[in-house]
């Protein structure tokens, strides 16, 4: 008999062992699941360069940071242009001058995506939504700062379009590719414009 409780009782402490390691594992993966979680972020590709389409994103940007999101625009290529406050010629290589020249010195230079007309188009626009009162693109820039909509430059577009610090708006952050999928993977919504 005293053999038989023994058999029993090693094999619920065997069953017990086994339920813990099971409820152990369950943790861990649980844990994982909440790391992995999106929380009430929004990361956004700025890639283009043209108005309308950089209104867009500034509208998503600060609509998303007034509801209490965080908001992160990570800005490229033909984006950069919209974080420029001017242009510099000095140190730069002719192929990064020629981009210089052929790029907007700034936001209020942005052309729109279609029928821009050598800049009409974009004219056009900005004189459209004065007169229905929507703001500008330059005061959703101002109201994006404001809620904390983080704007970081893409380092390494700059350095191929050779566009210098200096050229750029006072309070950015600058990173790589890293910056943005680290905010991404976070986020509940990831946009490229």
Do not use: H
């Amino acid at each position: 008999m005293g053999t038989s409780f023994d058999t029993r009782a090693g094999a619920d402490s065997s069953r017990v062992q086994a339920l813990e390691d099971k409820v152990q594992e369950l943790s861990k993966r649980l844990q994982n699941l909440e790391e992995r979680t999106p929380e009430d972020r929004v990361a956004i590709v700025v890639f283009s360069g043209d108005l309308d389409r950089v209104l867009a994103a500034f509208i998503i940007a600060t609509g998303a940071a007034a509801m209490g999101q965080q908001v992160s625009m990570f800005f490229t290529f033909w984006g950069l242009s919209v974080l420029k406050k001017g242009t510099e010629f000095s140190g730069k290589t002719l192929f990064q001058k020629m981009m210089a020249l052929m790029s907007p010195a700034s936001s209020l230079n942005l052309p729109v995506s279609k029928m821009n007309y050598f800049g009409a188009g974009a004219k056009m626009l900005r004189s459209m939504m004065k007169e229905k009162n929507v703001t500008s693109l330059e005061d959703m820039i101002a109201l994006a700062r404001e809620l904390g909509v983080r704007a970081i430059a893409c380092e390494m577009s700059r350095d191929v379009m050779g566009i210098k610090q200096s050229e750029l708006a006072e309070g950015l952050e600058s990173g790589g590719v890293a910056s943005f999928l680290a905010d991404s993977l976070k986020s509940r919504t990831s946009l490229f414009i």
